[in-house]
């Protein structure tokens, strides 16, 4: 924590800013090792504080440290007293709080220039640390074998819902605080919705079935995809699975440190518009994952910002023909400098059951 804080001030100190205030929780949690539903907190050079209320202090207390702790349920009251104290006459603040709040430190900080910033704490969590990779390691071993589980308990006759709802509570059984977004189980035609939520259709011989899913351990997310098919695949499927597979492999093999985010994209890309199928690969390749399921960065066809050592990105190409099915396989990769560790280890294999 206190090379984060460290590394956050040194951010500060380039952007040219005097104090920021921080109210994303998980941006808070990342800084200070506090998790809840109510905190501030306050980054001036000289000081850092955490404010919280009655409900969580004690809790506070006992697991942050190097910040000075309050317990207040006005926590712009003493924001602005620091501020005060301080004879600072400028705050940055995270660009993301409601037209309310920015409403509410326009009339509390008066005579305070307010500067909105992007992504500053942010920018530091795009680059996992060892206790972090570890985390996200086993959020993706749980995943991994609930979905082994799940080829066990997946017939037809199941509905979506049913095996959404295994998956779910295997991987609490397995040690998950929560999913990691709502489980996606979607089958025959509505598996060429990319984000097909489960549903009470009943699973039939001859669909496909695709399962994109994750967990929440220790704050840390997991985000995998795979289809398998039911009874039968046709030619044709099999063909398109084959493909989206190599596309996937594809990235696995040529991502590493310093490769351009339109590159992370096209590299797969290429492989499902030289098979004839770009125009049905609708979505990117992927994103950075950690304490969110989706935070930064995110890749297109044009952007020329490069992926850095640390990084923990998805690569999830897919190929979706509307009214008949669709194919997606997801695989979460830890960047490194020549190279990437795949940490989902589910089978990647044509599976038919």
């Given at each position: 924590?206190?090379?984060r804080?460290?590394?956050?001030?040194?951010?500060?100190?380039v952007?040219?800013?005097?104090?920021l205030?921080?109210?994303?929780l998980?941006?808070?949690?990342?800084?200070t090792?506090?998790?809840?539903?109510a905190g501030?907190?306050l980054?001036?050079?000289?000081?850092?504080?955490?404010?919280?209320?009655?409900?969580?202090i004690t809790?506070?207390?006992?697991v942050?440290?190097?910040f000075?702790?309050?317990?207040?349920?006005?926590?712009?009251s003493?924001?602005?007293?620091?501020?005060?104290d301080?004879?600072?006459?400028?705050?940055a603040?995270?660009d993301e709080?409601?037209?309310?709040?920015?409403?509410?430190?326009?009339?509390?900080?008066e005579?305070?220039?307010?500067?909105?910033t992007?992504?500053?704490?942010?920018?530091?969590?795009?680059?996992?640390?060892?206790t972090?990779?570890?985390t996200?390691?086993?959020?993706?071993?749980?995943?991994?074998?609930?979905?082994?589980?799940?080829?066990?308990?997946?017939?037809?006759?199941?509905?979506?819902?049913?095996?959404?709802?295994?998956?779910?509570f295997?991987?609490?059984e397995?040690?998950s605080e929560?999913v990691?977004?709502?489980t996606?189980?979607a089958?025959?035609?509505?598996?060429a919705?990319?984000?097909?939520?489960?549903?009470n259709?009943?699973?039939?011989?001859?669909?496909?079935?695709t399962?994109?899913?994750?967990?929440i351990?220790?704050?840390?997310v997991?985000?995998?995809?795979?289809t398998i098919?039911?009874?039968?695949?046709?030619d044709e499927?099999?063909?398109i699975?084959?493909?989206?597979?190599?596309a996937?492999?594809?990235?696995?093999?040529?991502?590493?440190?310093?490769?351009?985010?339109?590159?992370?994209?096209?590299v797969?890309?290429?492989?499902?518009?030289?098979?004839?199928?770009?125009?049905?690969?609708?979505?990117g390749?992927?994103?950075?994952?950690?304490?969110?399921v989706?935070?930064?960065?995110y890749?297109s066809?044009?952007a020329?910002?490069?992926i850095?050592?640390?990084?923990?990105?998805t690569d999830?190409?897919?190929i979706?023909?509307?009214?008949?099915?669709g194919?997606?396989?997801?695989d979460?990769l830890?960047?490194?400098?020549?190279?990437?560790k795949?940490?989902?280890?589910?089978?990647?294999e044509?599976?038919?059951?």
């Amino acid at each position: 924590m206190e090379q984060r804080l460290t590394t956050l001030r040194q951010g500060m100190a380039v952007k040219g800013l005097p104090a920021l205030l921080i109210t994303n929780l998980k941006n808070i949690y990342y800084l200070t090792g506090f998790w809840g539903t109510a905190g501030t907190v306050l980054i001036t050079a000289e000081r850092q504080l955490l404010i919280t209320d009655d409900r969580y202090i004690t809790y506070a207390q006992s697991v942050v440290t190097g910040f000075e702790v309050v317990s207040n349920r006005d926590a712009l009251s003493v924001v602005a007293q620091v501020l005060k104290d301080s004879n600072l006459r400028e705050l940055a603040f995270e660009d993301e709080v409601s037209v309310a709040y920015y409403q509410a430190m326009q009339s509390r900080f008066e005579g305070i220039h307010l500067t909105p910033t992007t992504d500053v704490v942010m920018g530091l969590r795009m680059i996992k640390d060892e206790t972090e990779i570890a985390t996200i390691q086993r959020a993706c071993q749980i995943s991994d074998q609930a979905f082994l589980d799940a080829l066990d308990f997946i017939r037809p006759g199941k509905t979506e819902l049913e095996v959404a709802n295994f998956l779910d509570f295997r991987m609490r059984e397995m040690g998950s605080e929560a999913v990691s977004f709502d489980t996606i189980a979607a089958s025959g035609y509505r598996s060429a919705m990319p984000h097909g939520r489960a549903s009470n259709k009943v699973i039939e011989v001859g669909d496909a079935l695709t399962l994109d899913f994750g967990c929440i351990y220790n704050h840390y997310v997991s985000d995998m995809t795979r289809t398998i098919y039911i009874g039968s695949v046709s030619d044709e499927e099999a063909e398109i699975y084959q493909t989206v597979l190599a596309a996937n492999q594809a990235l696995i093999a040529a991502a590493k440190a310093g490769m351009e985010y339109r590159e992370f994209d096209g590299v797969a890309r290429r492989v499902i518009e030289a098979a004839g199928y770009g125009p049905y690969f609708t979505h990117g390749i992927g994103h950075g994952m950690g304490l969110d399921v989706h935070e930064i960065p995110y890749f297109s066809r044009t952007a020329t910002d490069t992926i850095q050592a640390g990084m923990v990105l998805t690569d999830e190409p897919g190929i979706y023909l509307e009214g008949k099915y669709g194919v997606r396989i997801e695989d979460d990769l830890l960047i490194t400098e020549t190279g990437c560790k795949i940490l989902t280890s589910a089978p990647k294999e044509l599976i038919v059951i």
